[in-house]
């Protein structure tokens, strides 16, 4: 045999030496997965809690938008050139005040040539309804002069309502936004104005997931915050749509809150806490004893010094803890740490919290 062959395989032989001294040593320590003296394996050191239950009052987080109480586009009726504007962007106005005038020369001209001929047909109708009485003339020819004076009575009246849509008026106290006209404008139905909103209150809407909409009702207060504040503010439920929106299994509903000193800006977005109802045997876990699995979340528990593998149902989820729904009952002791290499049977050592 050459001599490098020679030396290779006192390499190989010496090596596998070396893993057989190893694997044995590990064995005998080991004790084939016995402690040093043949006994059980050493139990792992854990800590743990006995679960005892509490009252606990579940809160639902959510995300909702601000909108403002009332909001309009502020639009003329009539067509026509703009008079006068009677208002100061950004500034408050009051219900029925004017905000602009259009001018209204033509249709004034209109609306006294419609009063001359309503006022000839009055008194058509007058002098047949007398010769009528006279019988001098048929009931015919006398509901033709009838027809004829309320005709024009109506074309007064529908001039006369045309006049007034030249005086547009705020439908509601509110704060007017940036006007997009000018004085001497020609203005259209379609032209926007400005856009008017009434924020001394606002409305919060939101949706909730449809399996807590049996638990939902008029009147509940509800408490939420925004963004770049920690003041947290409260708003009743006012309204609830009558069905879940099917593709987003969702129940949507409307609360309002006070807005006098104008803190909720319509747009923005909420950070809701819905109260559910009040659980008074709660049995709440830290979070840290889960263990997701492939088909939901276990723990363990000890059991006669041994951990016991607890699939379990959970609930809402606080900062440290989370609300366990079913697997669990008081009395039980919780593996909270060390459980990550916990096996089903394992012998623990457990220190209470």
């Given at each position: 045999?050459?001599?490098?062959?020679?030396?290779?395989?006192?390499?190989?032989?010496?090596?596998?030496?070396?893993?057989?001294?190893?694997?044995?040593?590990?064995?005998?320590?080991?004790?084939?997965?016995?402690?040093?003296?043949?006994?059980?394996?050493?139990?792992?050191?854990?800590?743990?809690?006995?679960?005892?239950?509490?009252v606990?009052?579940?809160?639902?987080?959510?995300?909702?938008?601000?909108?403002?109480?009332?909001?309009?586009?502020?639009?003329?009726?009539?067509?026509?050139?703009?008079?006068?504007?009677?208002?100061?962007?950004?500034?408050?106005?009051?219900?029925?005040?004017?905000?602009?005038?259009?001018?209204?020369?033509?249709?004034?001209?209109?609306?006294?040539?419609?009063?001359?001929?309503?006022?000839?047909?009055?008194?058509?109708?007058?002098?047949?309804?007398?010769?009528?009485?006279?019988?001098?003339?048929?009931?015919?020819?006398?509901?033709?002069?009838?027809?004829?004076?309320?005709?024009?009575?109506?074309?007064?009246?529908l001039?006369?309502?045309?006049?007034?849509?030249?005086?547009?008026?705020?439908?509601?106290?509110?704060?007017?936004?940036?006007?997009?006209?000018?004085?001497?404008?020609?203005?259209?139905?379609?032209?926007?104005?400005?856009?008017?909103?009434n924020?001394?209150?606002?409305?919060?809407?939101?949706?909730?997931?449809?399996?807590?909409?049996?638990?939902?009702?008029?009147?509940?207060?509800?408490?939420?915050?925004?963004?770049?504040?920690?003041?947290?503010?409260?708003a009743?439920?006012?309204?609830?749509e009558?069905?879940?929106?099917?593709?987003?299994?969702?129940?949507?509903?409307?609360?309002?809150?006070?807005?006098?000193?104008?803190?909720?800006?319509?747009?923005?977005?909420?950070?809701?806490?819905?109260?559910?109802e009040?659980?008074?045997?709660?049995?709440?876990?830290?979070?840290?004893?889960?263990?997701?699995?492939?088909?939901?979340?276990?723990?363990?528990?000890?059991?006669?010094?041994?951990?016991?593998?607890?699939?379990?149902?959970?609930?809402?989820?606080?900062?440290?803890?989370?609300?366990?729904?079913?697997?669990?009952?008081?009395?039980?002791?919780?593996?909270?740490?060390?459980?990550?290499?916990l096996?089903?049977?394992?012998?623990?050592?457990?220190?209470?919290?």
């Amino acid at each position: 045999m050459k001599p490098k062959y020679l030396i290779y395989t006192l390499l190989v032989v010496v090596l596998g030496g070396m893993i057989f001294y190893r694997v044995s040593e590990n064995k005998a320590k080991d004790g084939g997965g016995k402690g040093k003296n043949g006994g059980e394996k050493k139990p792992a050191k854990v800590t743990g809690l006995v679960l005892q239950t509490r009252v606990f009052s579940d809160n639902l987080s959510l995300s909702g938008s601000i909108e403002a109480n009332e909001q309009i586009e502020v639009r003329s009726e009539v067509p026509g050139v703009v008079e006068s504007i009677n208002f100061e962007e950004g500034s408050f106005v009051t219900k029925g005040q004017q905000l602009l005038k259009i001018n209204d020369l033509e249709l004034r001209a209109q609306l006294s040539q419609a009063k001359t001929k309503q006022t000839l047909a009055s008194e058509n109708e007058r002098r047949a309804r007398l010769l009528l009485q006279k019988e001098a003339i048929s009931q015919e020819e006398y509901d033709i002069a009838s027809a004829d004076f309320r005709s024009a009575q109506a074309q007064t009246q529908l001039i006369q309502a045309q006049i007034a849509k030249t005086s547009v008026r705020a439908p509601f106290s509110g704060k007017i936004g940036l006007r997009s006209i000018s004085k001497g404008g020609y203005v259209t139905p379609t032209t926007v104005v400005a856009n008017l909103v009434n924020t001394s209150q606002v409305k919060i809407t939101f949706s909730i997931p449809e399996k807590y909409s049996g638990q939902m009702k008029e009147g509940t207060t509800i408490s939420f915050t925004i963004a770049g504040s920690k003041e947290v503010f409260t708003a009743k439920i006012y309204a609830i749509e009558p069905g879940v929106e099917v593709t987003t299994r969702t129940l949507k509903m409307r609360a309002l809150a006070e807005n006098k000193q104008g803190k909720l800006i319509p747009g923005t977005f909420a950070n809701i806490a819905l109260p559910l109802e009040k659980i008074n045997d709660a049995i709440l876990v830290p979070t840290e004893a889960l263990i997701p699995v492939q088909n939901g979340k276990k723990v363990f528990v000890s059991v006669n010094g041994k951990a016991k593998e607890i699939m379990v149902e959970t609930g809402t989820r606080t900062d440290k803890e989370i609300l366990i729904l079913s697997g669990l009952k008081a009395g039980d002791t919780l593996l909270t740490s060390g459980v990550m290499t916990l096996k089903e049977d394992a012998p623990v050592a457990v220190s209470l919290k």
